[in-house]
């Protein structure tokens, strides 16, 4: 009696190893940032992070990812650090943007 016991239960641990098909992958939608043919602007260093974060504020705010209040307040923060890259503190007005992004919570770029 304790064979067909035993054999029933290794029928069942052996169904417990069996694997499912994969299912098949989906295919996600294809999210594009800003319109077609929207490019951020050129540029390094401070000048280019400076342009680049103005310019997607301006299209934030032109798409209404953002608030009028929100979009001046980074505006005021994104020309201190123009300010700070004018007068060759590249790494300040680069730490400037850097600080700005994150506490309005952008990806660092």
Do not use: W
């Amino acid at each position: 009696m304790k064979k067909p016991l035993a054999c029933l239960l290794l029928l069942g641990l052996a169904a417990c190893n069996q694997t499912a098909p994969a299912a098949p992958p989906e295919d996600k939608p294809v999210s594009r940032i800003g319109p077609a043919g929207f490019k951020l602007p050129d540029g390094a260093g401070c000048t280019g992070a400076v342009n680049k974060f103005r310019a997607q504020m301006e299209y934030d705010l032109n798409t209404g990812h953002t608030t009028k209040p929100v979009f001046e307040q980074v505006n005021k923060e994104i020309d201190a650090a123009a300010a700070l890259c004018a007068a060759g503190n590249d790494g300040g007005a680069r730490s400037a943007i850097a600080a700005s992004r994150s506490r309005h919570g952008y990806p660092p770029g």
